[in-house]
C-alpha cells in the first residue's frame, strides 16, 4: 500500500497564495484533523473536482483561511485521490501547515513523487515520462552535491556523532548479544539508558538549532515595539518599503498587530506593528496593548523605539523590565528634534542600540546593519547546508520519539532483542540522513570494537 | 584412459555439512543422486569446533530441521552437553548449542546416507566438471577417469580446493584433519570462468585429556531442562559431559607478542583473509591490546576419546610456541598436544557469482554451497547445502525455485547476504545480520518453514498432524486466555509485588498481566482454572505473541514493506548503462550482481536510493510498453 503523500506545490516565494498537495488514499481523513469548512460541509461528502472554502485549525486554534480542492481518483493528477490547500502565501504559514499535515500522518513526498505516481497511474505520457526522469537525475546531481557540503557541515557532523554514539550502544547490545560465550564486559542496563538520554538530549538540541536557522531563512518574528507615538509604524513603513500601518499624529493609532514579511539582505523579518503600551481605559486599546505585551515574549527579535524627544517614561521602563537585551534592538527616533532622553542609560543597558530619523530613509540602512549583527549571518552559514528542510527535521523527531519509545522500555524491564529494535529504529531514522546501511553498519561495529570468536 | 561409470540426475561433490543435505534432500525427493567424496570416512567430519548451534547458528538448524534436513535430528542423537544460550535477553535472540560426540555423528551421518533410498556414495576426486554448448552441465570426471553424466552438480568441496596447512614457518599441502587437499578441480573452475579467491581460517591443538588439571578450571554445565533441535525428537534427552573454561593471562600474552613474527599471517607468509569473528589468539592479541586475559572453551571430542579441544584459541604458530604458551594457562601447566593447531588456506568461490537459487549466473546446473561459497561454520554450510539440493532438483523437475526472502528465514537473509553482498571473509550468520529478528526466532521455525517443508514433500504425515495439532493448541489457549478477567485479589498482587511489578486496584485482563515483562505463565497460573494439559511449547508460544505484541506488529509492517519492494522483479537482460540517471557505481554494481528485485538492488552497497527511484520509474515504464 502506497503512502500519502505532501508537498509544497508552489514554488517557495514571498506573498501571494501558496498550494499544497497530498496525494493518496488517506488524503482526506488527513485534511479532516485539520479543516473546518465555513459552511459546515462534511469534506467526506465532496464531489470530485469541487472547492470548499474554510480554515486550517491546529487542535481548534485557525492557523489561516484556505480553500480546500478535492479531486477524486483516478481523475486527478496522480491518479489517486487528491486534495490541495490553498493557503495565503508566505513560508512562515505555509510550512505550519504542512508541518501539520505531517503530524496527521502525511508523509513528505521525495523529489518527483506526484509525478511518479502519475506516471504509474497511467495518468501520463511516455514523453512526459522521459521528462521526469530528467528531473529525478537532477535531484540526483544536487543530493550528491548537498551531501559533499553536507560533510563540512556542522550539523552532519553532529548527526554523525549521534548515528555513532547509537550504533556503539547497539554495537555493545549485539555483541553481548551475538557472543555470549565471549569474556565481554557485562551489559549496565542503567548506563545504556543514560546514554539514550544523553543522544536523546542531543537530538533535541539539533531540533532546536534546526528550528533556530529555519527562523532565520523562513523569516525572524520581529515585534516593533514601544509606547504611542515614538514612531513605530513609520519605521515598519521604512522597512517595508512603503506605507502599510495607518500614520498619524494621534497616540493609539495602531490597535491591532500588524503583520508583514520582508526582506532585508540575507535575512527576512516577519514584523509585526503592535499597538503603542501605555495606561488605558479603551477596551480595544487594551486588547491591542495585551497583544503587544504577550509578542514581545514569544518574537525572535524585538525592535523597541524610543522617542529622542522625550525623557524615559515609566511606560518606557515597564516594557525594559520584559526584554531579552539579547534579542532586542534598540532604535532612538526623532534624531532630528531635541535630545531628552538619557542615551547614557539607553547604552549601558543594551547590547544593539541605533539613532535615527524615521523621516530620513537612509536611516534603514543603520537599522539592517545591527539586524544583521545580532543575527550573525555566520551562525546561518554554518547550518544552512542540511537544515533546509522538513523532511530531515522528520527523520530526526522521528529519531528522537524511537529513542524515548526505547528508554521506556528499559524502564518497563524488556528484554534486550526488542529494546534493540526500537533503538535501530532510531539510527534508521538518522541513517536515512547520512544514506548508509543499517545492518552492515553494526555488524562493522561489532568487529571494530569487540573482542568476538570462538 | 577415460571411461563411462554412470549415470545420475544429481551428483554432490563433497560430503561435509553442506554435501550431507543437498545429497539427502535431492534423493529423498526422488531424484538419483551420487555424493562423491575424497575419504568416506570423514562424511559429516567436524575438523574445527565439534559443536553444533550458537547465536543465529542454531536458528538455522532449527529451520533445516523445519524443511526436512538432517542435521538438527543428528546432533540430538549425538550430543555430549546442550545448552540455550542468551537466555534473559529476549526470545529472539534464544540460541541453542550443542556440544557433539564428533565420531559417533560422523558415523551416524555415513550410516544415514549409506540407507538413504535413491543415494549413491563414492569415494572418488573430481578432477573435472564438463559443461555442453549452452554452458549446461553434462558429466564430471574423477581423478581415476571415471566420466559420470549428470543433470546437476553442487560443489560443497570445503576448505579442500589446492589447501595448505600453516604451522609457523612450515607449510605443506593438505586438506583439513590430515586429509588429502583437492588439487586439481581449482584449474578447470577458473577456465569456467568462475571467480575464485582464497580464505584462510584456523584450529586450536587438541590435548589430552590427562594433562589438563580440571580442579583449576571453571566448570560449565548445560541446562537441566534440555530443548532439542529437531521437531521430531521425542526422547528423553541428557547431558553426559562437562566442559571447562580457562584463561590467558600476561605470561601467555607475553610469549605470543615475543614470538609473533613466528606467525605466518604477521610474517606476510599467509595474506588471504581470515574470519573477523574467529580470529586466531594472535590476531587477538594484536588488535585488543587493553584486554587482560582470553576466555578459553575446554570441550571433550566425544565420550570414547580422550581428546579435548580448545575453543578460543586457534593460531598458526610452530609447535614449540604453541606448547610454551599453553604451559602458562592455569591448569595447563602439564599440557599435552595431541594435534597441534594449524590454519588452513583454500580457495573458495566469491558468492556473488550465484544466483538466489545458489546455481550459478552462467553455468547451467552448477551450484554451490558451504564453505566454497565463502562461508564458515557447519550451519551455514549445511543451510546451502539444503537449499541448493532443493533448488537442482526442483529446477530438474521443471517446477518453481525456492527462494526464502530475508524475512522468512536466517537461510534467507544468509544467501541473500551472500548473493547480493559478497563477503570479503569468511562469512559468518548472526542475529544481528537480521533486520526481523522478532519474527525470526529459533521457537518459531517450524511454523515458519514446515509448510514450505510438506509443499517439497520433505514433511512426513506424522510429523506433518503433530505440528498441526501444536498450531491449533496455540490458537485455542490463547482465545480461552483471551478471556480470563482477574479480580484486584490480595494473592494477585502478592505475586505481582513479589515479580517487582506494580499491584493493581481494579479488575485486569489475565493476559494484560502476562504481558508485563517480569511475569510468566507459570506464575499466575493458579488464577487460569483449566483440566486442560497445555505443554510448554504451546504456552511459549503464547507468552512470546503476547509480550512481543508490539515489536511483532512493528515487524510484521516492515517486512510487507520490504515485500512490496521485493515484488517488483527486475528483468535480466535489462541493460543499466542505457539507464538515464544511474550514477556510474550504481551501473557497475548491478552489471554485476543481477538483482532479481528492486528490493535486491537497494541492498547493494554503492547503490542509493535515489538510484533505486531512477530504476523504480524505468521499470515502470518498461511494462507499460510490454
Redesign the interface.
Known amino acids: ?1 502506497e503512502k500519502t503523500i505532501v508537498a509544497i506545490a508552489t514554488p517557495v516565494a514571498y506573498g501571494g497564495i501558496s498550494v499544497l498537495r497530498l496525494s493518496g488514499k488517506d488524503s482526506l481523513n488527513i485534511i479532516s484533523k485539520i479543516y473546518i469548512s465555513y459552511k459546515g460541509k462534511d469534506i467526506f461528502k465532496l464531489k470530485g473536482y469541487s472547492g470548499c472554502y474554510g480554515y486550517v485549525h491546529n487542535e481548534g486554534q485557525k492557523i489561516d483561511d484556505v480553500i480546500l480542492f478535492y479531486f477524486k481518483k483516478p481523475y486527478s493528477y496522480t491518479g489517486e485521490d487528491v486534495v490541495e490547500i490553498s493557503c495565503h502565501g508566505g513560508i512562515l504559514i505555509t510550512q505550519k501547515i504542512l508541518r501539520l499535515i505531517l503530524e496527521n500522518g502525511g508523509n513528505m513526498a ?1 523529489p ?1 513523487e506526484f509525478t ?1 505516481r502519475s ?2 497511474n ?1 495518468k501520463m505520457s ?1 514523453i512526459e ?1 522521459e521528462s ?3 528531473i ?2 537532477s ?2 546531481e544536487m ?2 552535491k548537498l551531501s559533499i557540503s553536507n560533510m563540512e557541515g556542522n550539523l552532519y557532523k553532529k548527526i554523525s556523532e549521534i548515528k555513532e554514539n547509537l550504533l556503539n550502544i547497539i554495537g555493545h547490545i ?1 555483541a ?8 565481554l564486559e557485562d551489559l549496565d542496563i542503567n548506563k545504556i539508558k543514560q546514554n539514550l538520554i544523553l543522544n536523546k538530549n542531543l537530538l533535541n538540541n539539533l531540533i532546536e538549532s534546526y528550528d533556530l536557522v529555519r527562523i532565520m531563512k523562513q523569516g525572524i518574528d520581529t515585534a516593533i515595539i514601544g509606547k504611542p507615538n515614538v514612531g513605530k509604524s513609520s519605521i515598519m513603513n521604512l522597512l517595508a518599503g512603503f506605507e502599510k500601518s495607518i500614520v498619524t499624529d494621534m497616540k493609539g493609532t495602531t490597535r491591532d498587530i500588524i503583520d508583514e514579511e520582508i526582506n532585508i539582505g540575507n535575512l527576512i523579518l516577519n514584523l509585526s506593528d503592535t499597538a503603542g503600551i501605555r495606561k488605558t481605559s479603551n477596551i480595544i486599546e487594551k486588547i491591542g496593548i495585551e497583544k503587544a505585551k504577550n509578542k514581545i515574549k514569544t518574537v525572535a527579535l524585538n525592535i523597541f523605539v524610543l522617542d529622542n524627544s522625550t525623557e524615559l517614561s515609566i511606560e518606557d521602563f515597564d516594557i525594559m523590565d520584559i526584554l531579552d537585551i539579547n534579542r532586542t534592538l534598540v532604535v532612538i527616533n526623532k534624531l532630528d528634534l531635541e535630545r531628552k532622553i538619557d542615551v547614557d542609560y539607553i547604552y549601558n543597558k543594551f547590547l544593539y542600540v541605533v539613532e535615527i530619523s524615521a523621516k530620513n530613509s537612509i536611516s534603514i540602512k543603520n537599522i539592517i546593519d545591527k539586524i544583521n549583527l545580532i543575527f550573525s549571518t555566520d551562525k546561518i552559514e554554518n547550518y544552512s547546508t542540511i537544515v533546509s528542510n522538513e523532511r530531515q527535521r522528520n527523520c530526526v523527531i522521528k529519531s528522537i520519539s524511537s529513542i524515548e519509545n526505547s528508554i521506556s522500555d528499559i524502564e ?7 529494546i ?3 533503538i ?2 532510531g539510527i534508521e531514522a538518522l541513517l536515512e540522513l547520512t ?1 548508509e ?4 553498519s ?2 562493522d561495529k ?2 571494530s570494537n569487540f ?4 | 584412459m577415460n571411461y563411462k561409470l554412470g549415470k545420475y540426475d544429481v551428483a554432490v561433490i563433497g560430503a561435509g555439512h553442506a554435501g550431507i543435505e543437498a545429497a539427502l534432500v535431492s534423493a529423498r525427493m526422488g531424484l538419483k543422486t551420487v555424493i562423491f567424496t575424497i575419504n568416506l570416512d570423514t562424511i559429516g567430519n567436524m575438523p574445527c569446533n565439534p559443536s553444533i548451534g550458537g547465536t543465529a547458528k542454531g536458528h538455522l538448524v532449527k529451520e533445516i530441521d523445519a524443511l526436512g534436513g538432517e542435521m538438527g535430528k543428528v546432533a540430538d542423537k549425538t550430543f555430549i552437553q546442550s545448552r540455550i544460550l542468551n537466555r534473559g535477553k529476549g526470545p529472539a535472540v534464544h540460541s541453542l548449542r550443542v556440544q557433539t560426540d564428533r565420531k559417533k555423528y560422523n558415523q551416524m551421518m555415513k550410516n544415514i546416507l549409506e540407507k538413504q533410498k535413491n543415494l549413491d556414495i563414492k569415494q572418488s576426486e573430481i578432477i573435472d566438471i564438463i559443461l555442453d554448448e549452452n554452458r549446461q552441465i553434462k558429466s564430471l570426471k574423477t581423478k581415476t577417469g571415471g566420466i559420470y553424466d549428470v543433470k546437476a552438480g553442487i560443489l560443497c568441496c570445503g576448505t579442500y580446493l589446492n589447501s595448505i596447512i600453516h604451522v609457523g614457518d612450515i607449510s605443506y599441502k593438505g586438506g583439513p584433519d590430515g586429509n588429502m587437499p583437492a588439487e586439481s578441480l581449482t584449474k578447470k573452475l577458473i577456465d569456467l570462468g568462475i571467480d575464485i579467491r582464497r580464505f584462510k581460517t584456523g584450529t586450536p591443538a587438541r590435548v589430552h585429556k590427562r594433562s589438563i588439571d580440571f580442579s583449576k578450571l571453571e566448570i560449565q554445565k548445560g541446562d537441566d531442562k534440555i530443548t532439542p533441535f529437531s521437531f521430531e525428537t521425542e526422547e528423553k534427552q541428557e547431558n553426559k559431559m562437562l566442559c571447562y573454561i580457562a584463561y590467558t593471562n600476561n605470561e601467555t600474552h607475553k610469549i605470543i607478542s615475543e614470538n609473533i613474527t613466528k606467525s605466518p599471517m604477521y610474517s606476510g607468509k599467509i595474506e588471504s583473509s581470515g574470519p573477523r569473528y574467529c580470529p586466531s589468539i594472535e590476531d587477538k592479541i594484536v588488535r585488543f591490546v587493553d584486554k587482560k586475559r582470553h576466555q578459553i572453551f575446554v570441550e571433550p571430542m566425544g565420550l570414547d576419546t580422550e581428546e579435548y579441544y580448545l575453543q578460543g584459541i586457534s593460531t598458526s604458530l610452530p609447535e614449540d610456541i604453541q606448547n610454551k604458551f599453553l604451559k602458562t594457562i592455569v591448569g595447563f601447566e602439564n599440557i599435552e598436544i595431541m594435534r597441534p593447531a594449524y590454519a588452513i588456506e583454500y580457495d573458495c568461490c566469491n558468492p556473488i557469482n550465484f544466483n538466489s537459487t545458489l546455481e550459478f549466473k552462467d553455468i547451467k546446473g552448477l551450484y554451490g554451497a558451504g564453505q566454497f561459497n565463502g562461508t564458515s561454520g557447519y550451519e551455514e554450510a549445511a543451510a546451502q547445502g539444503l537449499v541448493a539440493g532443493i533448488n537442482a532438483v526442483l529446477k530438474i523437475k521443471g517446477e518453481k525455485p525456492l527462494i526464502l526472502d530475508r524475512a522468512s528465514s536466517y537461510i534467507g537473509v544468509l544467501i541473500d547476504d551472500l548473493v547480493t553482498k559478497g563477503c570479503s571473509d569468511p562469512y559468518r550468520i548472526m542475529t544481528s545480520r537480521s533486520e526481523y529478528r522478532l519474527i525470526l526466532r529459533q521457537d518459531n521455525a517450524d511454523q515458519r518453514l514446515t509448510p514450505i517443508g510438506r509443499n517439497l514433500g520433505l514433511i512426513s504425515d506424522i510429523r506433518w498432524e503433530k505440528f498441526q495439532l501444536k498450531l491449533k493448541n496455540i490458537e485455542i489457549q490463547k482465545n480461552r486466555l483471551y478471556k480470563i478477567n482477574l479480580p484486584p485479589t490480595e494473592r494477585l498482587n502478592e505475586i505481582l509485588v513479589s515479580r517487582e511489578t506494580n499491584p493493581v486496584k481494579t479488575g485486569i485482563k489475565f493476559i494484560e498481566v502476562l504481558k508485563r515483562p517480569q511475569i510468566l505463565y507459570k506464575d499466575i497460573q493458579e488464577f487460569d482454572n483449566t483440566d486442560e494439559f497445555i505443554s510448554d511449547d504451546v504456552i511459549e508460544q503464547i507468552e512470546i505473541d503476547i509480550k512481543y505484541e508490539g515489536y511483532i506488529k512493528k515487524q510484521i509492517a516492515q517486512v510487507e514493506n520490504m515485500r512490496r519492494i521485493e515484488s517488483k522483479k527486475i528483468p535480466k537482460n535489462i541493460k543499466y548503462s542505457d539507464i538515464i540517471g544511474l550514477k556510474h557505481e550504481a551501473i557497475e554494481k548491478l552489471q554485476k550482481i543481477i538483482p532479481k528485485n528492486l528490493g535486491q538492488a537497494g541492498r547493494i552497497s554503492g547503490v542509493s536510493p535515489a538510484d533505486i527511484t531512477v530504476l523504480s520509474i524505468f521499470l515502470d515504464k518498461l511494462n507499460r510498453e510490454r
Do not use: R, Y
Not at chain 1, 412 to 418: P, R
Open positions: 500500500m521525495e518527483g511518479k506516471f504509474l497511467k511516455l515520462a521526469v526522469i530528467d529525478i537525475n535531484n540526483n543530493a550528491l549485539e553481548f548479544i551475538d557472543f555470549p560465550e565471549e569474556d518497563i524491564g524488556q528484554t534486550l532483542d526488542g534493540c529494535i526500537i535501530e529504529e544514506g546501511n543499517i545492518n552492515q553494526i555488524v561489532i568487529f573482542c568476538v570468536g570462538k
